[in-house]
């Protein structure tokens, strides 16, 4: 028997689509990751599904579609800014 408010699967844990910052300073990419609600900004990540940068012109959007639907089929949160990168590229 699991102990109370033990995570027995990936199910379980509030997942989130988010942005994690990578690149140097003033100097900002992003990666759109699979993370757990609870890590921070740029900890631990169970999957990284994207990159965006906004200094190119016109900005650079790359996203695992696939993936990014199996994750939303899981139940996974996409946050504001990571929705509106997924409309961009016609993901819903």
Partial sequence: MPLRGTLTSLEHMAVRLRLTRIGGRKNPIWRVVVADQ????????IETVGHYNAQTDPSTIVLNEERIREWLGRG??????????LSTRGIH
């Fill in 38 to 45: 609870r890590s921070k900004r740029d900890g631990r990540v």
């Fill in 76 to 85: 996974a949160q996409p946050t504001d800014t990571v929705r509106k990168l």
